[in-house]
């Protein structure tokens, strides 16, 4: 089902994947189809309840705001914010702004295990032998028995260590903005980090991107980090600090393994690329074959709750 301009009174969604195409969707609303293309599907003051594109840039994302007056929902796809935040001020007074908590749990946590043990068993020269077509055996770290530092302890925190318990880490330690305890044991507070790091064989940042965690890996940080510790970035880019972190590599000090970097996109020649024991990916810890039955599944939650006029959930700002 697609909408029109003639206004049929029922609530508008935007949806970036075909409605047709999301089984399921409750009666009662009309839908969209838009994923960021420079025409609009229909006058965007129709818009009631609108999810941004994924996989595309912040610009494009909210590029129709200013013109969705009738906006009450922005549902993102994406767990972190930073993208919409800025913009957060053009939601119209009451308008709601939730994310995708959840969704992305699966995907992200398994390419965070992927990236710590290709790092720590040097999957990359193995696959730089294999082109070359050398024989190339020795000795590597394992996993198993390694202490592994959780900076970062929300819903893909806890799916991470989920994928790390059975692989023998002699412990899981557990950092989060505000400290608690659950049933896996203490979540510390991120004031706690310098005297948690020297302990840490492998630190992996799961953290949203927010003013207190921008920068937050920094040179004082990294210096508390054991030797030949491997830093694993599956966050947001600039909660590092790029040049402090190639002192580090580039001294031989401690490896590192990163799905997002800044600059974000990595442009061609800057030396992290080629930086000694760093491994990149680009991006890719949510685009995976997990993506779009949560996405769907989410989608289809909120949008009956948005019907029923229930409270909706995941939801991190209401505009004043």
Known sequence: MSADDSGSGRPLAWLPIPPEEIEGLPAGLDYAHWNGEPDYPTDPARCAFYVP??????????????????LRVVQTLTAGLDHILPSAHLLPSGALLCNARGLHDASTAELALALVLASLRDIPGFVRAQDAGEWRQGFRPAL???SVLIVGYGSIGRA?????LPFECARVVRVARSPREDERGPVHAI?????????ADVVILATPLTTETRGLVDAGFLARM???ALLVNIARGPVVDTKALLTEVESGRLRAALDVTDPEPLPSGHPLWSAPGVLITPHVGGPSSAFLPR????????L?????????????????
């Open 304 to 320: 009956a709750r948005f019907a029923l006029d229930a409270p909706l959930q995941n939801v991190v700002v209401t505009a004043p």
């Open 295 to 302: 996405a769907k599944r989410m989608l289809r939650d909120q």
């Open 53 to 70: 594109p994924y996989v595309t840039s912040g610009d494009v994302c909210v590029r129709p705001l200013p013109e969705m007056t009738g």
């Open 226 to 228: 054991k030797d030949g």
């Open 191 to 199: 004031t706690e980090l310098p005297g948690l790091l020297a302990d």
């Open 160 to 164: 991470i260590e989920d994928r790390l």
């Open 144 to 146: 198993a028995d390694r």
